[in-house]
């Protein structure tokens, strides 16, 4: 008696382990289907939220220009490419996209004709979306028209030393932000506001915050005096676990 009372508790115990399996996997798959951004092996959609992968996923895409260039064409983006440029050594770029250049386009770049690399236009277009837009409303009631910035692609080292790593920006795979103009006339600036006002400093945390899910590395004036007048944001590939830095 007692070794059927064994067998019977068994099966109970195979078949309720086979109803946990069936609905944790149809779970996964709603979850596969829903919220695909949850997942590090589902393919980046620009259409999705920023989940805990997106960073990566984006910082990716340097090794696929022709996939980069589509994902922003499927969201009808207003980037478009611009021509390859040649450099010495490592400098130069062949996945340049031309930010915002139509006058009609929702947000600007001041000044225009901005080039970055595909991976940081395509993280641009998510932080712009999902985090300055965002904080903008929440903060001001008023939206981002335009983004000022220092520039992108320059062929040097790091800290412009005559030896050393390479920066990111020599392949254009980084963007400095100087600061953000909103829809009424409002300026924030890096430089001014860090930590000036509450509201104004608030914002500009929140942006760069929200940018250390989206770019490999985020460097602002919490960082060091270098980067007292600007967010530095850049998309440099380290490897699936590669340091990913925010400060």
Known sequence: ????????????????????????????????????????WTPLSLSDPI??????????????????????GAIGDAD????????????????????RPEDNSSLRYAP??????????????????????????????KRVETVDHFGSYSCRRLYGRSEGPWSEH??????????????????????EDWNGGDREAAFLRAVRDGACDLFATV?????NAAHANHLHLDQAQRGAMGWRGCR
């Open 112 to 141: 225009s004709g901005l080039v970055t690399s595909c991976p940081v236009a395509a993280a641009l277009v998510l932080w712009e979306r999902d985090v300055v837009q965002p904080a903008a409303l929440r903060l001001f009631g």
């Open 1 to 40: 008696m007692p070794s059927k009372r064994r067998s019977w508790g068994c099966l109970l115990l195979l078949a309720l382990l086979a109803v946990a399996a069936f609905f944790g996997w149809r779970e996964y798959q709603r979850l596969l289907r829903e919220e695909p951004e949850r997942f590090p």
């Open 170 to 191: 020599a392949t254009a795979d980084a963007v400095d932000i100087a600061g953000f103009r909103l829809a009424d006339g409002r300026r924030i600036s890096v430089l």
């Open 80 to 99: 478009r490419p611009a021509p390859p440029r040649d450099g010495p050594e490592v400098c130069g770029y062949g996945d340049g996209m031309r930010l």
């Open 219 to 223: 460097l602002s004036p919490d960082y």
């Open 51 to 72: 989940g805990p992968y997106t960073g990566r996923k984006l910082a990716d895409l340097g090794d696929e220009p022709a996939r980069c260039e589509a994902l922003l």
